[in-house]
């Protein structure tokens, strides 16, 4: 389901140009990662509501916090960073948006872990799961 | 078993209202029934009439304007007060022979209007021709 909404985001920012994109649960150590610019995304926060059936599927809704975490190379500066989520991931997002998406927050931190500049856009989205029911 | 997950990314739709393009965030409606009971003699209930009641639909969305940013009260009031019946698509459904019943329209200082639209009909609510 988590991974489903990942890829569904990683897709419509990779039509945009952005590259790298990892996913936040691949497991990989922001060390190993791309030393440019590169563009993580992961769900911070969903909750789900009473499921919706049908003859032949149950809908699950839910509403989830997506977090596109763009890390800066060192010598980039926020400026630049900004002028990358400009013209790649906002084209993107503006794409997803809609009723039930929309972006929540942009914020601009410098993480000391890694030395670099990161760029966070929170995503709030809705959606549906759906589960095919077997006929028994 | 399988299951899947999808965003949804559905955008407001157009609706054309007369005149005016309200770009519909939110669709409501009902349908009644009037029912004229009288008692028995065995002390039950009978029905002697019945007649549907006008349906009504409400369209809510936002309307941005920067020529004329109230422009859609003018129209919208106007053509409350003059009906000339027209008819309403939204998504695959036609609702022929709508007239304004109420309509609110709120400039909360944005730049743009929260406008909601009631409508009612008389008629059967019709399946859209399909543009191929």
Not at chain 1, 31 to 48: A, L, M, N, P
Not at chain 2, 63 to 69: F, K, R, V
């Amino acid at each position: 389901m988590l991974n489903d909404i990942i890829k569904t985001v990683a897709d419509k920012l990779a039509d945009t140009g952005v590259s790298p994109v990892y996913s936040a649960f691949d497991g990989v150590p922001a060390e190993q990662k791309c030393r440019g610019i590169y563009t993580v995304v992961g769900v911070e926060d969903f909750s789900s509501t009473a499921p919706v059936y049908s003859l032949s599927a149950v809908y699950l809704p839910f509403r989830t916090d997506i977090s596109i975490r763009v890390t800066a190379p060192k010598d980039m500066s926020a400026e630049k960073l900004f002028g990358y989520y400009s013209s790649k991931i906002a084209p993107a997002l503006d794409d997803l948006s809609g009723l039930s998406c929309s972006l929540s927050k942009l914020t601009l931190k410098y993480d000391s872990n890694i030395s670099r500049l990161v760029l966070t856009a929170i995503l709030s989205a809705g959606g549906v799961t759906r589960i095919e029911r077997s006929l028994s | 078993m399988s299951a899947f997950t999808v965003i949804s990314t559905r955008k407001a739709v157009p609706v054309a209202i007369g005149s005016v393009t309200l770009y519909c965030e939110s669709f409501w409606a009902a349908a009644a029934m009037t029912v004229t009971e009288a008692s028995a003699v065995s002390g039950g209930g009978i029905v002697t009439n019945s007649a549907p009641r006008c349906e009504k639909i409400t369209l809510t969305g936002r309307i941005a304007d920067e020529e004329q940013p109230l422009g859609a009260v003018m129209e919208l009031n106007n053509m409350l007060r003059a009906p000339e019946p027209f008819d309403v698509e939204y998504r695959g459904l036609v609702f022929p022979d709508c007239v304004i019943q109420s309509f609110t329209a709120d400039d909360k200082g944005c730049d743009y209007i929260e406008v909601s639209v009631t409508l009612i009909t008389p008629e059967l609510t019709e399946q859209a021709e399909v543009e191929e």
